[in-house]
């Protein structure tokens, strides 16, 4: 798919360089995912952090445990190109 992350190298702390499928080229640096919470919560230990790796079945970055970010997002952070419009909150009328 147009998002799909097809190589990533580590570069320092929470950065990530990226290359996805469609040749497109960006570093992503993950370490507000720090303050997310939740599941994320496990990238406080940079050593787990470090253990990402592309699942070319999926297409994006996992975790050793099955975290993953959708690729979409991380596309969007990578390029600055916008998120697809599904992935866009919907504005409410006034």
Known sequence: MYYDVSEARHI?????ELVFK???KGIIDLKEYLYKGGVFNRFSEIEYFEQ???NKEIGTLCWPDGLDIAPETLYH???GEPLPAWMRPEKTAA
């Open 12 to 16: 320092e702390g929470y950065k990530i």
């Open 22 to 24: 469609n040749g497109k």
């Open 52 to 54: 990402f790796y592309v």
């Open 77 to 79: 952070e990578a390029t």
